[in-house]
């Protein structure tokens, strides 16, 4: 079952534009991940946020987590083509490290 | 670092045949893997957690007699399709976690396999 829903499903900017991202969830998580995949690739690890943490960053990535309103979100800053993706958020939860996944958003940058 | 190696990329086989994928952890142990379907333009959906030397976990309405799943190793786990189907085409991916008892770790992705049964 999907943990929550993502918004937008998909998006679409010029190279050089911010993108932002944003995920939410139902239950209560020991973290949110987010993930990148590339068209007919695997997924790609980005940034984890633990429950106790408000705002994390990692280069271009700033990934912020409201957990008073179950909510997450992913800026990209002056983005690349490179950057087009489909990027999933994932709740983790419990002690299997079982992650649940968002629906996604598509993210297209016009070079 | 953590790297997840899936085998096949791809593989298209007739209906009735067994199928068997397989995922490696190659640069570090892995007590747990799991296994992911994919549909076109669709998210992940779990279906089963691979424990290393006991039975695996399956998601509610995956069949575990259709989707047979192995972990004898730290390094390896395989998932066989038995009996494939046009409706098992799909994509699988796999992922693998390192050996911890922290529950703050990433999951480590293989590149996944395309099936295709015709």
């Known amino acids: 079952s999907q943990q929550g829903e993502e918004d937008p499903q998909a998006l679409s900017i010029q190279e050089g534009e911010n993108a932002t991202m944003n995920c939410s969830y139902k239950?209560?998580?020991?973290?949110l991940q987010w993930y990148r995949q590339n068209s007919g690739r695997g997924l790609v690890h980005l940034i984890l946020?633990?429950?106790?943490?408000r705002e994390k960053h990692s280069g271009r990535l700033r990934v912020t987590l409201d957990t008073s309103k179950k909510s997450s979100s992913l800026l990209i800053t002056a983005s690349r083509a490179a950057d087009t993706a489909s990027y999933f958020c994932?709740?983790?939860?419990?002690?299997?490290?079982?992650?649940?996944f968002g629906q996604g958003t598509t993210l297209q940058v016009k070079p | 670092g953590a790297v997840v190696s899936q085998h096949p990329s791809w593989v298209i086989c007739k209906s009735g045949t067994s199928v068997k994928i397989e995922c490696r952890s190659l640069?570090?142990?892995?007590?747990?893997m799991f296994w992911y379907r994919q549909f076109p333009k669709q998210s992940l959906m779990l279906m089963a957690t691979?424990?290393?030397?006991?039975?695996?976990?399956?998601e509610q309405g995956v069949e575990k007699d259709k989707f047979l799943i192995n972990h004898a190793s730290l390094t390896l786990s395989t998932l066989t399709v038995t009996s494939a189907h046009p409706e098992d085409s799909s994509f699988y991916i796999c992922s693998a976690r390192v050996a911890t008892s922290n529950s703050n770790q990433p999951q480590h992705f293989g590149d996944g396999t395309r099936l295709s049964i015709l």
């Open positions: 640069d570090f142990q892995a007590t747990t």
């Open positions: 946020i633990r429950s106790n943490e």
């Open positions: 994932a709740t983790g939860s419990g002690n299997t490290g079982k992650l649940i």
């Open positions: 691979s424990n290393e030397g006991s039975k695996a976990t399956y």
């Open positions: 239950t209560s998580i020991n973290n």
